[in-house]
C-alpha cells in the first residue's frame, strides 16, 4: 500500500465513523420527549371592572298601604292604584375571575322612582259632613343606592359568546323624599263644600335586604374587554315611605305608609374589561 492508499484509507474510516455518530445522535433525537411551551389563555384568573346600564319596564311593588290614626283609633287604608316609575338604573363594580368557570364581583347601584297612589276611604275628608266619603291620592319621590356581592357561572364558550348565570344578595338603601298627600271630598249621603284638602309627610330612608338573578351572555370584543347582555330580577325589601313620628305615644295624629317592597326586572347592558 503506498501513501496514497493509506490516505483514502483514513479518509474512508473517518466517514463510517461520522455516519455511525448521526445515526446514533438521531436515535436518540426521536426517542426524546418532546417539550412544548403553551401561550398564556385568556380564561386566567384576572381582575376586571365592569360598568352597566338597566332599563326596568316592569315593577311590582306589593301592596303598599297607610294607616291614619286620629288620636284614639287606627284605619289600615290599602292604595286602590299604584304605580313606580323611572325605570332607568346605573351600575360599577370591580370583580374577579377565579377559574374559566367561576367569577364573582361586588357592585353598587343607583336608581331613583316616583309613586304615585290613590286610595278611597268611607269617612269624610277633614271639614267635611257626614255621608261623604273622601278620595286621597299620595305622591312622592325616592333615591336607591344598592351594595351587591354576586357570584357568576360562565358556560362554554362558542364564537366569542359566553352565556352565564349568576346570583347575588345584597342591601339598598331607600330614600323616600317628601311625599304630598291631596284629598278631594265625594259626595254621598250628605253634600261637599268643595274646599280642597292636602299634606305633606316627611319621607323614611332605610337599609333593606336585596337579593337578585341574573342570565345574560358576553361576547369578546377584544382578549381584555367583553360586551355583557343581561337579564336581572332583583327583590328589595319592604319598608316605611313616610310616617308621623312616635305615633299615639305622644298623641301624635296623621297618616304613615309603608311599601311592600320592590321587585324589579331589568334588561341590563355593560362592559367588563380585565385589568390585565
Avoid at 337579564?231 to 312616635?246: E, P, T
Amino acid at each position: 500500500m503506498d501513501w496514497r492508499q493509506g490516505i483514502w484509507s483514513v479518509v474512508f474510516c473517518a466517514g463510517l465513523m461520522a455516519t455511525g455518530t448521526a445515526r446514533a445522535a438521531d436515535g436518540d433525537l426521536l426517542d426524546a420527549p418532546e417539550i412544548t411551551i403553551s401561550p398564556r389563555t385568556t380564561a386566567d384568573s384576572r381582575l376586571y371592572l365592569r360598568g352597566d346600564i338597566g332599563y326596568a319596564p316592569w315593577r311590582d311593588q306589593g301592596d303598599p298601604f297607610y294607616r291614619t290614626f286620629d288620636g284614639a283609633d287606627y284605619e289600615h287604608v290599602p292604595f286602590d292604584s299604584t304605580r313606580f316609575d323611572k325605570p332607568v338604573s346605573a351600575t360599577a363594580g370591580i370583580g374577579y375571575r377565579f377559574t374559566d368557570i367561576f367569577r364573582a364581583d361586588v357592585t353598587a347601584e343607583y336608581f331613583e322612582g316616583r309613586f304615585d297612589g290613590s286610595s278611597l276611604t268611607a269617612d269624610p275628608c277633614a271639614g267635611e259632613g257626614a255621608g261623604t266619603s273622601c278620595a286621597f291620592s299620595h305622591s312622592g319621590n325616592f333615591s336607591a343606592l344598592g351594595l351587591m356581592a354576586n357570584g357568576y357561572v360562565d358556560l362554554a364558550t362558542v364564537a366569542g359568546f359566553t352565556p352565564y348565570l349568576g346570583a347575588g344578595i345584597g342591601t339598598t338603601r331607600i330614600d323616600w323624599k317628601t311625599v304630598h298627600e291631596s284629598s278631594a271630598c265625594v259626595a254621598g249621603g250628605g253634600g261637599c263644600s268643595g274646599a280642597a284638602g292636602g299634606a305633606s309627610y316627611q319621607g323614611r330612608d332605610s337599609w333593606r335586604f336585596t337579593y337578585a338573578l341574573m342570565a345574560g351572555v358576553s361576547y369578546d370584543v377584544t382578549d381584555r374587554l367583553k360586551f355583557d347582555l343581561g337579564y336581572r330580577y332583583s327583590h328589595i325589601s319592604g319598608g316605611d315611605i313616610f310616617g308621623f313620628g312616635a305615633e299615639a305615644l305622644v298623641g301624635a295624629t296623621g297618616a304613615k305608609g309603608r311599601d311592600d317592597g320592590l321587585s324589579r326586572h331589568e334588561i341590563r347592558a355593560g362592559l367588563r374589561f380585565a385589568l390585565w
